[in-house]
């Protein structure tokens, strides 16, 4: 059976004019915008489907003319037909985010507005933290089941410093040779290419350090920090597969990934103390918003402590 996404993708790369239009949005978001990679081939996609989508509820050619004469009702029409095609709130409210985005730079100039609707309301998870100690043990298991001592102490460097440092995966795998030697801080490129510096802690420091030392590939300024098997950038699959391994060893939940060492950091830093301002910043967060998130997490946390370890709880 024919997939619709992928039928009104193409459908919209072949027969409308407007696929030139989604395509400049995307150098757009790239070149000026400094999303990432992913960021941009799934707003891009989502130009193509709404395109391709039009394409065949007005039974036309889609232009950036016709784009910048879209009614509400066209936008309901299409969210309709992406909710019927099994997408949730939160897939639905990214993707009605992306459209504006679209319509938006297609009427720059024009005087045109996109019209607006009012997205699906989209309940706010709370990331789930692990503790210190499952933290460590963690990134202790993976190394353990390593196949090669330098394949070893590269996914517990990689984990240590995701857990120390609040690092994202892709800002891990994005490090260079340029932050050797090593200090007491470390420079960390995040989204839109913000830069921030982070406290490297000893133990983190010296898991790189030995990394370094056994690793069989020279790295020089401009290479990859993390080496694959093979020698080039090390995936962040690779990193996922082995959180996915020893986390299933060490019976922890399924919702323990990288990014819940990421999340645990955060927790941990506030339950001791740490501002939010300086969580933000800690973070490579834009805005403060995006920080308060972990004051819910931590009240959660510490009452889990607190009904895990009272006698009378």
Known sequence: MADPETDAGADAL???PAAADAAAWGDHLRRDRRRSDHTVRAYVATAH??????G???GAAVDAASLRELEVADLRAFLAARRAQGIGNASAARELSAVRGFLGFVGVG??????????PRVKRGVPRPISPDDAVSLAQDAADAAAEPWIAARDLAVLLLLYGGGLRVGEAMGLTGSALPLGPTLSVTGKRAKTRI???LPKVRAAIEDYVRLCPYPIGRDLPLFRGARGGPLSADIVRRAVRGARGRLGLSDRTTPHALRHSFATHLLGRGVDLRSLQELLGHSSLSSTQIYTAVDAAYLLDVYRNAHPRA
Do not use: A, M, Y
């Not at 489907?49 to 039009?54: A, D, V």
């Not at 024009?110 to 997205?119: I, Y």
């Open 198 to 200: 982070v406290p490297l």
């Open 49 to 54: 489907r709404l395109i391709g989508f039009l």
């Open 110 to 119: 024009e005087g045109s507005t996109p019209p607006r609707l009012r997205g």
């Open 56 to 58: 065949q509820h007005r």
């Open 14 to 16: 072949v027969h409308h």
